[in-house]
């Protein structure tokens, strides 16, 4: 499995345009692959997430997991940043390998987190009764979305000494983008926190498959890091 970051500038409209539709950045990751290349295994699959930089608006990142190591040359060559135009791919079987019960992490997800609701078609339907996804929209719904499949994901929010969850979702927003002459939209949200791991394999299974729906469009991927002071999330 590989980790990747690719620098993102947004100093041209065309850039802008690339980010605000996770159908393009879709195909453009997917480029980034051979199409003799390992789009999933036994230990993962392909996954991207679009991070905001922290103090500069004129950058995104592009982070990708993946089985096969990717060649991003055609993102760099189109929308890549100016101040720091290259990316960089990290083997990340190592931090997998790492993963054990008890260990904190630091986490970042983004997630479209929604429920499945029921709807009396009547003798329309043979079946009678038939689903139909629903995006969760207030903060409460999106935190508990979360909160409600953490463990079979391998995993708890971590506490802080006073009991409150070290966690935070921002970035709360509907997605609305053109793919195949249609329109689509997804409801999408940022989390960010401290994580224990209870469940070593379920975890790994989670850092290399995602974790929800639209995993295609930017959703899904988690990534960790050693944990540091994060004051009250």
Known sequence: MYLSRVPLGLARLDAIAFVSSPYKVHAAVEQAFAPSAVREDERGRILWRLDEVPGNEREVWLYVVSPDKPDFTHICDQVASTVSPAWITKEYDPVLDRVSEGQLWQFRLKANPVRKVFVDKGRRERAGVVGTLQGHVTETQQRA??????????????????????????????????????VVTLTTAQYDGVLEVIDAEAFRHTLGFGLGRARGFGCGLMTIAPLRELGNV
């Open 145 to 182: 979305w979360l909160m409600d499949r953490a463990e079979a994901h391998g995993f708890r929010i971590a506490q802080t000494e006073e009991g409150f969850e070290r966690l935070t979702v921002s970035h709360r927003r509907r997605e609305r983008f053109k793919r195949q002459g249609n």
